[in-house]
């Protein structure tokens, strides 16, 4: 039954044996050797072997394996608090210990040692098993449960919940994301009213507060498929976005109920919620879809319709070189970026206003393109037109993901 010890490792746990140790720590030290059993079962067979005794005080560990039951009855309580399904134990040990560990094995010359910290997750966790109803998981767990080892006291590390949908803007007033206040960058003040922001809410509080407070989450994020101006309106196919909700205790959501709520309001409309996973808001940050966008343009001069109609057609699948827009200069690198209008369809022309659909290539600044920008963009439609063009509105129709 002992074929597993060969002379090597003998001498290896025999010197190791002369500290004094518990048979946690004794099997430890060839954890690599001989499979299929506990490290105490390994230490009491070497300790067997070798006619040593086991120390009642153990040297290294100073018996934290006995505590084993303390710390998982601390981690099944501390996992009651929120939902999972599964959940993995992990632990800070003293320094001293971790330590007098680094020493002895470089005293005994082991290399098929393995860590106390390793051993008493492993330990710890098959004790909580028969106290909660949930699996170990080693690779995606939703709840991490740190033992602090001194003080029995244990922390949740809960994995975020992320719900992916569509989303609407139907205000011109309310920016996707929160916007703290200039003046106290969140803080509350007197230019703010004490709210810490910008605007009083946001398409990501819309979203994120209602589904904050169904998981019971610490706090929302929100990742959207590239932004809209505050008065553009997201209309069409809406916006793909990827909500992350911080430490829920509620895993169970009902997509149904919360895409309910949301659509109760005026400002801001789902459609199409999931549960999505982490490498989605990666996937999100990194799309550059085509759009499609609505512009209300105030043209300053007469233009008949046919001259519209003549200009429109000319548009379709023309580059164009932006020069960065003086309106976001101060914010970004001054280049000139060629991209590209797909396609441009005239919906209406009144006395001095035409109504424009156009579909650009991700990153096209429309606005711009309209304006010309004072030269910045070329070529554009006002000169295009031969009239000075600004847009009314402009709103995102489709976004071509
Ligand atoms: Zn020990
Ligand atoms: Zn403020």
Not at 45 to 59: H, P, Q, R, V, Y
Not at 371 to 376: H, K
Request: hydrophobic letters at 40%; glycine letters at 6%; charged letters at 30%.
């Amino acid at each position: 039954m002992s074929e597993w010890i060969d002379d090597k490792i003998k001498e290896i746990a025999d010197r190791a044996a002369e500290k004094g140790l518990c048979a946690h720590c004794l099997g430890r030290v060839v954890a690599k050797a001989g499979t299929g059993m506990s490290n105490e079962e390994r230490g009491m067979e070497l300790a067997d072997i070798l006619g040593k005794d086991l120390s009642s005080t153990c040297w290294l560990c100073k018996n934290i394996f006995n505590n084993v039951p303390r710390y998982a009855q601390a981690v099944a309580d501390a996992l009651f608090t929120v939902e999972s399904d599964n959940f993995l134990v992990g632990c800070r040990v003293e320094p001293e210990i971790i330590e007098r560990e680094r020493l002895l094995w470089e005293e005994i010359g082991t290399e098929l040692a393995e860590s106390i910290k390793s051993e008493l997750n492993r330990e710890i966790g098959k004790a909580v098993l028969p106290l909660v109803d949930r699996a170990v998981e080693f690779r995606n767990p939703q709840v991490v449960a740190v033992v602090d080892t001194r003080f029995a006291s244990v922390e949740l590390d809960v994995a975020p919940l992320y719900i992916y949908g569509r989303y609407l803007k139907l205000s011109r007033e309310i920016p996707q994301t929160v916007w703290p206040c200039r003046s106290c960058r969140g803080k509350g003040c007197p230019c703010c009213g004490g709210t810490g922001k910008m605007y009083s809410t946001s398409v990501q509080e819309q979203i994120g507060d209602p589904a904050k407070e169904l998981v019971d989450a610490s706090e929302h994020l929100f990742h959207g498929m590239g932004r809209e101006d505050i008065d553009a309106l997201m209309l069409g196919n809406g916006r793909p976005f990827v909500l992350e909700l911080k430490q829920p205790r509620i895993r169970d959501i009902d997509l149904d109920e919360l895409e309910r709520i949301i659509n109760c309001s005026e400002l801001v409309q789902v459609q199409g919620l999931r549960i999505a996973d982490r490498s989605e808001v990666a996937a999100i940050k990194a799309a550059t879809p085509n759009k499609e966008y609505r512009a209300v343009v105030r043209v300053e001069g007469k233009v008949n319709k046919e001259r519209v109609n003549e200009v429109a057609k000319s548009l379709a699948n023309l580059y164009i070189d932006q020069r960065t827009p003086s309106r976001v200069s101060h914010r970004r690198a001054d280049l000139v970026r060629r991209r590209r209008i797909i396609s441009a369809e005239i919906e209406e022309v009144r006395d001095d206003t035409v109504v424009l659909r156009l579909e650009t290539e991700a990153g096209t600044y429309v606005k711009e393109f309209i304006s010309g920008d004072g030269g910045r963009t070329v070529p554009n439609l006002s000169d295009a037109l031969g009239v000075p063009c600004r847009v009314e509105t402009l709103d995102v129709i489709g976004i071509k993901d």
